[in-house]
Structure formats: C-alpha cells, structure tokens
Nanobody
Framework: QVQLVESGGGLVQAGGSLRLSCAAS????????MGWFRQAPGKEREFVAA????????GYSDSVKGRFTISRDNAKNTGYLQMTNLKPEDTAVYYC?????????????????WGQGTQVTVSS
C-alpha cells in the first residue's frame, strides 16, 4: 500500500498560482495511476485530475481544464498538480490518491491510497 503526503497548499489571490506535491512512499508508486481530488465545505469530494502510471495520459475535470496540469516524476516518487489562474471556487482541501492499476479513474472509490489533504484557499 503506497502512502501519500501532500504539500504546497496555501492562501493565494484570485488569478494566482500554486503547485501541489504528492510524495509517495513504497515501491508501488511507479506502477500506480494517480489522481487529485478536492472537497469544499459542505460538498462531496470531486475529481480534479488524474494521470496514468507512466504519465502518458492525463485527464481533467471540465472546471479545471486549461488551468491545471497534472504530472509525475516516478524517479522521485512524486506527483504534482500545477494550478494557475486560480478562482475562489477552487477553494477546497486537495487530496492525492493512488491505485494499483496502470490506468486512472475519475471515481474516488477507484483509489485505495489517499493522502491527508492540503488546504487551498483562493481569495477574491
């Protein structure tokens, strides 16, 4: 079971940028697809972005497409979420997740490993 730790969250003004990191422990990260999800207060956890184990294929929710970029460095056992042109509605706790499959899922139930989350707050 891969263990994940997110970092990089914080407070930023609308239009600003942040880069989240997801550090993984264990030897299985490089063979695991990875996803980012977020949860705002009073709302359900929602899919943000995902990437296959090799990094060759990525997917995004419509709400972040063109603004966020997911990537990974398997040599460093780390995944990233570059967020640009942030909006107040992006405010949420962001979680990274991993699954022992080469392909990703947009469903949170498809992931078996989760980080503790990192808070992103975008002020208007």
């Amino acid at each position: 079971q891969v263990q994940l730790v997110e970092s990089g969250g914080g407070l930023v003004q609308a239009g600003g940028s942040l880069r989240l990191s997801c550090a993984a422990s264990g030897r299985t990260f490089s063979s695991s697809a990875m996803g980012w999800f977020r949860q705002a207060p009073g709302k359900e956890r929602e899919f943000v972005a995902a990437i296959t184990w090799s990094g060759g294929i990525t997917g995004y929710s419509d709400s972040v497409k063109g603004r966020f970029t997911i990537s990974r460095d398997n040599a460093k056992n780390t995944g990233y979420l570059q967020m640009t042109n942030l909006k107040p509605e992006d405010t949420a706790v962001y979680y990274c997740a991993a699954r022992r499959e080469p392909g990703y899922s947009t469903w949170s139930g498809g992931y078996t490993g989760w980080g503790q989350g990192t808070q992103v707050t975008v002020s208007s």
